[in-house]
């Protein structure tokens, strides 16, 4: 049970940096370092998700 608790966990902080992606890409001049940034924590999440 404490393992899908952490997993809901990490799909929702997923889910905000999917947001927050498509907020800084639709931006009249989107930071591409803040993209990169993002970018690599959203895959760290879905790496750990995965490996659940």
Do not use: F, G
């Not at 498509?22 to 990169?36: C, G, M, Q, V």
């Not at 940034?37 to 895959?43: F, G, I, N, P």
């Amino acid at each position: 049970m404490q393992s899908t608790a952490h997993q809901t966990a990490l799909e929702t902080k997923h889910a905000t940096l999917d947001r927050r992606i498509a907020e800084e890409a639709h931006r009249p001049h989107p930071d591409a370092a803040t993209l990169t940034d993002l970018k690599k924590q959203k895959l760290r999440l879905k790496e750990e998700i995965v490996s659940l």
